[in-house]
């Protein structure tokens, strides 16, 4: 090990922090709604060569209150916010048992957080099989043959016969998508915009939706 224990928390108050130069973030000036702004912090990231700007944490609590988060890809964005998985995962039946989840983005390069809160609801079928067949093929065998996040025996022959067979499938069939794959949408009612800045203080803006309807309130955070 590089990092001697007894180092660590030392190591870790003396480690790199934000760099200078991130964007300003002028919350008087917000707009009323709270998903253009969001695209806006991923265009940015995106715009200035972010690794993965789209990556962001899904976290999920089942019926019983056990919490998991994962990473996952945004896949688009309108009134809701997308991302695709199998509905058979332990993410996906955790949403089924309780479909209320939190997202959240972050792009250290920039200083900046985004927080989402909503109920996680699968979209139409044919959204979930258009983001499946558009996966690399190695992916939709891998997706089609082995259960997302079960337990594999090395030695056991039986994974690489069906992932052979589910190769075979996706070459003969560019269209395939399996029922469980599943592109589900969070209809934000929250979202919170969190901005470093040099001066070590932080901008918050959080957005709360208005009853059921479609308008917002703001309010400023204090660090
Ligand atoms: C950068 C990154 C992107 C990922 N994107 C996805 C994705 O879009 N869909 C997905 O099902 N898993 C994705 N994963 C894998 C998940 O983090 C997770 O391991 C998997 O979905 C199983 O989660 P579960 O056991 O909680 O259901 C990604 C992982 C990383 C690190």
């Known amino acids: 090990m590089s990092i001697e224990t007894r180092d660590i928390r030392r190591i870790l108050r003396q480690a790199k922090t934000f760099p200078p130069d991130m964007p300003a973030f002028d919350a008087d000036a917000a707009p009323d709604e709270p998903l253009g702004l969001l695209v806006d912090w991923l265009s940015a990231a995106i715009e200035a060569g972010v690794n993965q700007p789209h990556a962001m944490t899904l976290s999920t609590c089942d019926s019983t209150g056990h919490v998991t988060a994962r990473t996952l890809l945004l896949k688009d964005v309108d009134d809701a916010l997308w991302f695709a998985s199998s509905d ?54 891998v997706a089609i043959a082995l259960p997302q996040s079960s337990a ?72």
């Open 88 to 141: 058979e995962s332990p993410k996906g039946r955790q949403m089924a048992e309780n479909p209320h989840v939190a997202l959240t983005l972050y792009w250290r390069e920039q200083g900046r957080q985004i927080r989402v809160e909503g109920q996680a609801q699968p979209g139409p079928a044919e959204v979930g099989a258009a983001d499946f067949t558009a996966r690399h093929p190695d992916s939709r065998a």
């Open 152 to 223: 594999y025996d090395p030695g056991s022959q039986e994974p690489q016969a069906r992932l052979a067979a589910a190769r075979e499938l996706v070459a003969q069939d560019d269209d395939f998508a399996p029922d469980d794959w599943t592109a589900y949408r969070v209809v934000p009612t929250v979202v919170e915009f969190w901005q470093a800045t040099t001066g070590r203080d932080q901008v918050r803006l959080r957005y709360d939706r208005v009853g059921e309807g479609t308008g917002w309130t703001s309010t400023r955070l204090w660090p």
